[in-house]
Antibody, heavy 118, light 109 residues
Framework: EVQLVQSGSEVKKPGTKVKISCKVFGYTFTDSYLHWVRQAPGKGLEWLGLVDPEDGETIYAKNFQGRVTISADTSTDTAYMELSSLRSDDTAVYYC???????????WGQGTMVTVSS | QSALTQEASVSGTVGQKVTLSCTGNSLNIGSFAVGWYRQISHGAPKTVMFGNSPPSGIPDRFSGSKSGTTASLTISGLQAEDEADYYCSTWDYSLSAVVFGGGTKLTVL
């Protein structure tokens, strides 16, 4: 059974950074890209970017370029998303989801709440 | 403003058939498979349609289709438990990014 287990909630101050993890089970980690999507309170879904665990290549959404770093560790089947220069409007639930190239998401992680507050 | 356009809200009665739409362009919906996701009370999204195929465990009341640059999710025999927010997404060739619709709030009357 495919499962994605994300790290726990985080509370951060503005200007700092957060790094959250997503450990995958039940499929070959390098067979799919690993995407990150977020949802701010009361808002819709927003894509941040992806990593190809096979070679570490990344693609980031324009809105987050320069602030987001997505990586993958094939030794632990874990992907990471680091967001820097945090602002209050980065307060959101962050989800990981695997998908093959240019295909929709079939399964999602449980989400990680990140709260940015002074 | 979302790259994909969805109705803000749709409603139906129990047993009715409803169709949600997701409109894009030739470089996203016109070229790539569309996913549909259900979200209840801002919990984790759950995929209800992967291209034109529902994932295992999704009732066959759910069906997906695409015509040109518009994708549709049809729910037949609407049930109270179908009340949720529904989002669509696909890959966008010009943006080299995943794009989402703004979401449709489905209310079961």
């Amino acid at each position: 059974e495919v499962q994605l287990v994300q790290s726990g909630s985080e509370v951060k101050k503005p200007g700092t950074k957060v790094k959250i993890s997503c450990k995958v089970f039940g499929y070959t980690f390098t067979d799919s890209y690993l995407h990150w999507v977020r949802q701010a309170p009361g808002k819709g879904l927003e894509w941040l970017g992806l990593v190809d665990p096979e070679d570490g290549e990344t693609i980031y959404a324009k809105n987050f370029q320069g602030r987001v770093t997505i990586s993958a560790d094939t030794s632990t089947d874990t992907a990471y998303m680091e967001l820097s220069s945090l602002r209050s409007d980065d307060t959101a639930v962050y989800y990981c989801a695997p998908a093959r190239a240019e295909t929709p998401f079939n399964i999602w992680g449980q989400g990680t709440m990140v709260t940015v507050s002074s | 403003q979302s790259a994909l356009t969805q109705e803000a809200s749709v409603s139906g009665t129990v047993g009715q058939k409803v169709t949600l739409s997701c409109t894009g362009n030739s470089l996203n919906i016109g070229s790539f498979a569309v996913g549909w996701y259900r979200q209840i009370s801002h919990g984790a999204p759950k995929t209800v349609m992967f291209g034109n195929s529902p994932p295992s465990g999704i009732p066959d009341r759910f069906s997906g289709s695409k015509s040109g640059t518009t994708a549709s999710l049809t729910i037949s025999g609407l049930q109270a438990e179908d009340e949720a927010d529904y989002y669509c997404s696909t890959w966008d060739y010009s943006l080299s990014a995943v794009v989402f619709g703004g979401g449709t709030k489905l209310t079961v009357l």
